[in-house]
């Protein structure tokens, strides 16, 4: 925007918050950035390898290095929206890394070696932020718009059930008269019931659902901050806990090896993130 620069990126591969790449619980974009062209990939690491190439052949328009210090200027002065964004995304990217790459490849040789196990560890727990996106989804589709969640009773939420952790808070007063599945606390639901965003309710179109569960985080009041912020410590611990063991005995019964499946790169940092858009904001819309 600010330099005129315009991407040549094909229609296919354009970045768009609803695709099945970007965490189905991402925040949106921040409002600086919503109107730029983006590559759908622009947030996973390891692009760069696929389609990469020259700084200034690819666009002409700055040098690195004056481009690093404007980014890196307007970091340190950066709002609170894209704060929270970038923190936010960067949190859920590392829970999904690490969920991926759970074992440590310690004692196993080569580092292109994956490994599975017949027991694997626990999924990485949400964060606050995922906590408060399961409960605000909710409590937006049941109490602004209506919907009516089809749940066998026996598979709703009670805080006194054996799932919920004994030491977990009471739910906020703005959700606890909502009907929660029992798990909608716990990472990996999705894979056991996921469908379709809009099939599951027909109420609001995911971009929009996003954008109003966003918009609730940076207004959320002290119960509610306290309450997400707790019981993602609870459950930061258990997880803890219960993968305590470093899997350094490569050598156990427990485990086959192969080099199908390396592990994945290392997410971004909410600064990488940051450098991403502000780098493409600069480009498209500062130097026009």
Same mark, same amino acid.
């Given at each position: 925007?600010?330099?005129?620069?315009?991407?040549?990126?094909?229609?296919?591969?354009?970045?768009?918050?609803?695709?099945?790449? @970007? *965490?189905?619980? =991402?925040?949106?974009?921040? &409002?600086?950035?919503?109107?730029? /062209? !983006?590559? #759908? %990939? +622009?947030?996973? $690491?390891g692009k760069t390898r696929r389609h990469k190439q020259n700084h200034r052949n690819s666009h002409g328009k700055i040098g690195f290095r004056e481009l690093n210090k404007q980014i890196f200027k307007a970091w340190s002065i950066r709002d609170d929206e894209i704060r929270d964004f970038c923190a936010c995304?960067?949190?859920?990217?590392?829970?999904?890394?690490?969920?991926?790459?759970?074992?440590?490849?310690?004692?196993?040789?080569?580092?292109?070696?994956?490994?599975?196990?017949?027991?694997?560890?626990?999924?990485?727990?949400?964060?606050?932020?995922?906590?408060?996106?399961?409960?605000?989804?909710?409590?937006?589709?049941?109490?602004?718009?209506?919907?009516?969640?089809?749940?066998?009773?026996?598979?709703?939420?009670?805080?006194?059930?054996?799932? @919920? *952790?004994?030491? =977990?808070?009471?739910?906020? &007063?703005?959700?606890?008269?909502? /009907? !929660?599945? #029992? %798990? +909608?606390?716990? $990472?990996?639901?999705?894979?056991?019931?996921?469908?379709?965003?809009?099939?599951?309710?027909?109420?609001?179109?995911?971009?929009?659902?996003?954008?109003?569960?966003?918009?609730?985080?940076?207004?959320?009041?002290?119960?509610?901050?306290?309450?997400?912020?707790?019981?993602?410590?609870?459950?930061?611990?258990?997880?803890?806990?219960?993968?305590?063991?470093?899997?350094?005995?490569?050598?156990?019964?427990?485990?086959?090896?192969?080099?199908?499946?390396?592990?994945?790169?290392?997410?971004?940092?909410?600064?990488?993130?940051?450098?991403?858009?502000?780098?493409?904001?600069?480009?498209?819309?500062?130097?026009?």
């Open positions: 925007t600010l330099l005129g620069f315009h991407p040549t990126i094909a229609s296919k591969d354009i970045f768009d918050p609803a695709a099945k790449t @970007y *965490p189905a619980e =991402g925040p949106p974009l921040p &409002s600086r950035y919503e109107n730029l /062209i !983006l590559p #759908y %990939d +622009w947030h996973i $690491t995304l960067s949190d859920i990217e590392s829970r999904k890394h690490t969920t991926t790459n759970a074992i440590k490849y310690s004692n196993c040789g080569s580092k292109n070696y994956s490994i599975s196990m017949s027991n694997p560890p626990t999924a990485r727990p949400y964060t606050s932020y995922n906590l408060f996106f399961q409960l605000e989804r909710e409590y937006i589709l049941q109490t602004l718009l209506g919907f009516q969640p089809t749940i066998a009773s026996k598979d709703i939420f009670d805080p006194a059930g054996t799932i @919920y *952790p004994a030491e =977990g808070p009471p739910l906020p &007063s703005r959700y606890e008269n909502l /009907i !929660l599945p #029992y %798990d +909608w606390h716990i $990472t990996g639901k999705t894979r056991r019931h996921k469908q379709n965003h809009r099939n599951s309710h027909g109420k609001i179109g995911f971009r929009e659902l996003n954008k109003q569960i966003f918009k609730a985080w940076s207004i959320r009041d002290d119960e509610i901050r306290d309450f997400c912020a707790c019981l993602s410590d609870i459950e930061s611990r258990k997880h803890t806990t219960t993968n305590a063991i470093k899997y350094s005995n490569c050598g156990s019964k427990n485990y086959s090896i192969s080099m199908s499946n390396p592990p994945t790169a290392r997410p971004y940092t909410s600064y990488n993130l940051f450098f991403q858009l502000e780098r493409e904001y600069i480009l498209q819309t500062l130097l026009g």
